[in-house]
């Protein structure tokens, strides 16, 4: 649906029953109608209002809105000027695997008795997970903000919830770096974290906790930085940036340049440039 202040955009990721969506409405009303899927989403603008349960809602920007599955409700602008508002879509299937993930056994699936929720925290968490479905980020960033996402909203926002376990506890640093060392190996690919969870001998929900325990980055951060220091590498003996953003791994030029600019204060050109012309250094102080 695109027209005059009314818009709409959907993104999905393959293999995993997870959908996202980007949407301004001013004038456009939504129909009473119910999803198969936990409904999430961040009101970003304006305020948009809807009956749900019974009773009539208003998300403001910044408010959390959660569905169940088969949760009747409509939807409209609450404001003159419209409002905005990303949303995901999570398949039950999904959910109950990264909760039984976090905290093995029967858990069942959490319920949510509250369709707005004032959670500055909770919000950041599912406009993280929006973001990577909608910037086709890596498997494994993927996989990370979703467990994320559905850990903070089962313990911040369900009414009936799924236990999750203490995030303290000892961490196995041999199957740490069993992980560490697959990325090692294969950082240029979209690695993601069930293999590295094998790898390791442990649950993903683990291994999230102990690698960060153990270095200091989440997984998807550290094969970041790994294809990072192989771009500088790529650049200072004078490859292409274009050649560079695919040998290290990055989805395209410009993937590359938004993460090497904002991680070394320069852009990949420059870098380039700068190292060949007579080893000048790109920026003041010492190139490590």
């Known amino acids: 649906m695109t027209s005059a202040g009314e818009r709409a955009a959907y993104w999905r990721v393959p293999g995993l029953a997870l959908e996202a969506m980007d949407a301004r409405f001013e004038r456009y009303a939504y129909p009473m109608h119910a999803h198969d899927t936990y409904s999430f989403g961040v009101t970003d603008d304006g305020a948009q209002s809807f009956v749900c349960r019974g009773g009539r809602h208003v998300s403001a920007a910044g408010l959390v809105m959660a569905f169940n599955p088969d949760d009747p409700h409509d939807g409209r602008s609450a404001v003159q000027h419209g409002y905005r508002y990303r949303m995901l879509h999570l398949g039950e299937g999904l959910v109950r695997e990264v909760l039984a993930d976090a905290a093995p056994g029967d858990a069942g699936l959490p319920l949510f008795d509250t ?27 993927v996989e990370e903000r ?60 683990a291994l999230y906790r102990g690698f960060r325990t153990a270095y200091g980055f989440a997984p998807s951060d550290y094969q970041r930085d790994l294809r990072l220091r192989r771009a500088r590498a790529l650049l200072a003996e004078g490859t292409a940036p274009a050649t560079v953003a695919a040998e290290a ?6 993937h590359l340049t938004r993460w090497f600019t904002r991680t070394y204060g320069v852009t990949p050109a420059a870098y380039r440039t700068a190292l060949h012309r007579g080893g000048q250094r790109p920026w003041p102080g010492r190139v490590s």
């Open 146 to 205: 979703l467990a994320a996402s559905v850990l903070a909203l089962t313990r911040r926002a369900a009414t009936r919830s799924a236990p999750v376990p203490d995030q303290r506890g000892r961490v196995d640093l041999a199957a740490m770096a069993r992980a560490r060392d697959l990325l090692r190996q294969r950082f240029a690919e979209n690695v993601g974290a069930d293999e590295l969870a094998r790898a390791a001998g442990c649950s993903r929900f």
């Open 115 to 141: 369709p707005v929720v004032d959670d500055p925290a909770l919000a950041r968490a599912v406009a993280r997970l929006h973001t990577a479905v909608a910037e086709n980020a890596s498997r494994l960033i």
């Open 249 to 254: 791994g990055f989805a395209d030029q410009a």
